[in-house]
Each structure stands twice: as C-alpha cells, then as structure tokens.
C-alpha cells in the first residue's frame, strides 16, 4: 500500500506513534509518506524528520497549519489532495484533530481510504462546553466523509462513541508499541533525584498537583522534563511552595536521557488517552505512580494508579515509594514484563495495516 500520515505539529506522543508506524509500515514493505506542520517542533522536530526520510519513500512534505480552524484548512486540505493524488496514495491516515480534518476530507476527493486516529484531541471537549461543542459536532459531520476509526485504547473508542456515536462505522482498537531494543533497565544518573515528571508542562497534565503532593514530603526532591504553555504558572507555584532546588525545571529531552534523572517516575494527568511516557517507563523497569484516567488502567495494575487530582493521594503513593525501595523495583520488574508481551511496535503497525485491508473504498 501507498500510506500517507497526516497530523499537525511533530511533537510528543502523536509524533511518537506516527514515526513507530512509518518503521513497522515500511518494515512490511509500504510505501510511507508524511503531511505536517511546517511551524511547530523546531531543531528537534526537523531533526527527527530528517532521519525518518529514507523510510518515507513517497516523500514529507511540511504546510503552515494553525492550531484553531481558519481559512487555511482550506489551502492545507488542498496540499494534502494534491500531494496524495500525485503519489497515488491509497491510504491517508489522519491524527490528531487537524490530521483528521485534512485526510477525512481529502480521501473521498480521491477515492482512497480516510483514517482517522483521534489521539485524545477534540474528544477532551464535552458537548455542553462553548468551545466544546463546535468541535465535537465537527467530528461528527467528519465522520461521515472518512471510512474508518484506529483508537490507541478502549477507553478512546468507548469515549468517541459516547460523543460521536459509532454505529457501524469501522473501527479497531491497536495498542501503541514499543521496539525490542526499548526493553532494558535504564541507567540512573549519579545525581539522580527522588522523583520525575516527563511531559507538556499544561493544566491537564496535572503537574500542581505533583508539586504539592512534594511540598508534604520533608526532603523529597524531583526533575521535571518538558515544556508548554503553563510551565511559568508552574514554577510560579513551587516558588509559593517554598520548594527551592528541590523541584528542578530541566526543559524538553529526549527520554532516553530524561529516564536517568529521577528514581520514580510520576503521570499526575488529570486526563490522558494512552501514553506513550507509561510504556517507556514499564520497559525500562522505572517504578511508575500514575493517575488512574484514560486508557492507563488498560497498562497499569491498580496498585499503581492514584485518582486524579488527588494530592492526599498522591502524596502517600509518593511517600510509600520512598519507604520501600525494594519492593517499587520488584513492581517495576512485573511491569516490564507485562509491556514486553502486550506491547509490540511492530504488531501495532500490522494490525493497522490490516485494518486499512478491511476496509472498503
């Protein structure tokens, strides 16, 4: 098959699943191809890119694409049609909000499959919300134009049809993967601190959350990795928590090099859909507390979960990890194992490859 990926910005978990699908694909033999953002994810985004574009036989092509809708979805639907029918794809498979809009509404133009792959987006709106609804009652006009759903989750396909409604439009649900040789202890550096937070540094995230359940813990120290929009709001806080070098803003990492800074990792999300940041961690046998939201509990046991929001909580999961060191490592152990035989990178890419078969155009 002829499979070009469309999305928006070349970031975090999206840009993740897309660049395992552009391996796996292309490992089975597809022709791969890549529509995003020419605006977002800078030096490291193009970097990254770069090195996908011997896997990207049919080509990465970059158009401005705004994050709100505007006159210029129109001109980036039109790039993607144009660049699609001159490769003669056979498959546009959209993620995120914007990669859905530009590949359900170009597919159809061309006769070809139109994927879509929600990744959380617009279903973290709910209907009665003023900007909520406008987006939801896009996705269900969409629906119409694309022939079939893939969800990272159960929860994701159970919360899509509870806002969109599914009916008997084709849909699967495939596990995001990981690659055998992500599957080994991480080294922890000599200054390792107590705890780590790897992610966007924005509300849902939940990171004042971590920051007070820290403050309650006399001495507990954490490196937190990434960066967003609410990251000044967040130091702002821990100012006011009178946590001084105790709580370090390292900025954005790879995670290879951001595993080694912390003993525990901590997913304090108020929502999520299903994160990569978890399977990285149950991999490099990290002890891992995270919120029991999304399609975590389909990764994580229950004894690893904290509700979310809940700084109590949180707070004594946090202290329990630091009073049993040994015992958060024998977890940690259970849980690679657990990710090393229900997440496979390059299972993912053939189940999708299937489902894109099944599909009838």
């Known amino acids: 098959m002829r499979i070009i990926h469309v999305f928006r910005s070349p970031v975090g978990g999206l840009f993740r699943h ?19 953002d020419s605006g977002t994810g800078g030096e490291g985004a193009a970097r990254m890119l770069a090195a996908m574009s011997a896997e990207c036989t049919l080509g990465i092509t970059r158009i401005p694409v705004a994050t709100l809708p505007g006159l210029g979805d129109l001109r980036a639907i039109k790039a993607v049609t144009d660049f699609a029918r001159l490769v003669k794809a056979d498959v546009l498979h959209g993620h995120g909000a914007k990669g859905g809009v530009f590949a359900r509404m170009a597919a159809p133009k061309l006769g070809i499959a139109g994927v879509y792959t929600p990744h ?53 649900v495939v596990y995001n ?16 601190r107590d705890f780590l937070f790897v992610g966007e540094m924005r509300n849902l995230k939940g990171v004042d959350v971590l920051l007070r359940a820290l403050a309650s ?34 900025g954005r990492m790879p995670m290879a090099e951001a595993m080694a800074l912390g003993h525990v990792l901590i ?13 990285e961690a149950m991999a490099a046998q990290i002890p891992l507390i995270a919120s029991d939201v999304g399609g975590i509990p389909e990764a994580l046991p229950a004894a690893s979960m904290v509700p979310p929001g809940d700084v109590n909580a949180l707070a004594a999961a946090m202290k329990q990890a630091l ?16 990710a090393s035989t229900k997440f496979s990178a390059q299972n993912m890419a053939e189940k999708i490859c299937i489902f894109y078969s099944s599909l009838n155009v």
């Open 18 to 36: 897309v660049r395992d699908l552009v391996r796996g694909q292309r490992a089975l033999g597809h022709e791969i191809g890549i529509i995003c």
């Open 120 to 172: 959380g987006g617009s279903l973290h709106y709910e209907w009665l919300s003023p900007i909520g609804a406008p987006f939801l009652g896009a996705e269900r006009l969409l629906k119409r134009h694309g022939t079939g759903a893939v969800f990272v989750c159960e929860f994701e396909k159970v919360l899509f049809d509870r806002k969109i409604g599914l009916g008997s439009y084709p849909s699967a």
């Open 177 to 192: 993967g990981l690659w055998p040789e992500e599957f080994k202890p991480r080294k922890l550096a000599k200054d390792a």
């Open 217 to 250: 813990i006399d001495g507990a120290t954490m490196t937190l990795v990434g960066d967003g929009r609410d990251q000044a709001s967040f130091e702002k806080l821990a100012a006011e928590l009178n946590l001084g070098g105790r709580a370090v803003f390292a």
């Open 267 to 279: 997913l304090p999300s108020r929502h999520e859909s299903f994160p990569y940041v978890v399977l």
């Open 323 to 338: 009073a049993a060191p040994k015992a958060t490592m024998d977890a940690a152990a259970v849980l690679q194992k657990i």
